[in-house]
T-cell receptor, first 115, second 110 residues
Framework: EAGVVQSPRYKIIEKKQPVAFWCNPI?????LYWYLQNLGQGPELLIR????????DSQLPKDRFSAERLKGVDSTLKIQPAELGDSAVYLC?????????????FGPGTRLTVL | QKEVEQDPGPLSVPEGAIVSLNCTYS??????FMWYRQYSRKGPELLMY????GNKEDGRFTAQVDKSSKYISLFIRDSQPSDSATYLC??????????FGAGTILRVKS
């Protein structure tokens, strides 16, 4: 069974440019998460989807970040415009349902560098 | 102060040693406790999961939760070079939101 797929794996952009990350969750997983991981830190939740619905986006900086999950499968996270402080690893995870005991499976992440 | 505190290390041990990794937390509502392992340039993978207090053993790994002290531990017996990674504790109050520690870098020398 394929795991969570993310692309691109690495992205280097100039500040003020837009950037988008794509995630394909494990087949059949209803819940999808986007996390931000800064160097030397643990992942921090940005947004969680239950099917197509964003049920927790309280930590998503909505002035520059947006996300969508069309048809309840793939998801895209966008930053426009990017700032130097956005340099980090963006992780996507999925779980079968959304319960606290439900295992979250993480993708390899997209490493963003903003110059 | 962060909700979950974890010493970032690095922790360097010889092969075969017993490793002890720890986290403390401040939110008494946390009920679900996990340990994730993250290799360089990879996403975290779930290693151990414990609900409420107590011990759980899986092969060379033992997870302990002491809710009275708000302290959780992961023990690795007979450590191997392949165990070299960052170990992240994570916990949840029962909803879907996981709160992670900063991670401890472990290096097992052969």
């Amino acid at each position: 069974e394929a795991g969570v797929v993310q692309s691109p794996r690495y992205k280097i952009i100039e500040k003020k440019q837009p950037v988008a990350f794509w995630c394909n969750p494990i087949s059949g997983h209803n819940t999808l998460y986007w996390y931000l991981q800064n160097l030397g830190q643990g992942p921090e939740l940005l947004i969680r989807y239950e099917n197509e619905e964003a049920v927790d986006d309280s930590q998503l900086p909505k002035d520059r970040f947006s996300a969508e999950r069309l048809k309840g499968v793939d998801s895209t996270l966008k930053i426009q415009p990017a700032e130097l402080g956005d340099s980090a690893v963006y992780l996507c995870a999925s779980s079968l349902e959304g319960g606290a005991a439900d295992t979250q499976y993480f993708g390899p992440g997209t490493r963003l560098t903003v110059l | 102060q962060k909700e979950v505190e974890q010493d970032p290390g690095p922790l360097s041990v010889p092969e075969g040693a017993i490793v002890s990794l720890n986290c403390t937390y401040s939110n008494s509502a946390f009920q679900y406790f996990m340990w994730y392992r993250q290799y360089s340039r990879k996403g975290p993978e779930l290693l151990m999961y414990t609900y409420s207090s107590g011990n759980k053993e899986d092969g060379r790994f033992t997870a302990q939760v002491d809710k009275s002290s708000k302290y959780i531990s992961l023990f690795i017996r007979d450590s191997q070079p392949s165990d070299s990674a960052t170990y992240l504790c994570a916990m949840s109050a029962g909803g879907n939101k996981l709160v992670f520690g900063a991670g401890t870098i472990l290096r097992v020398k052969s």
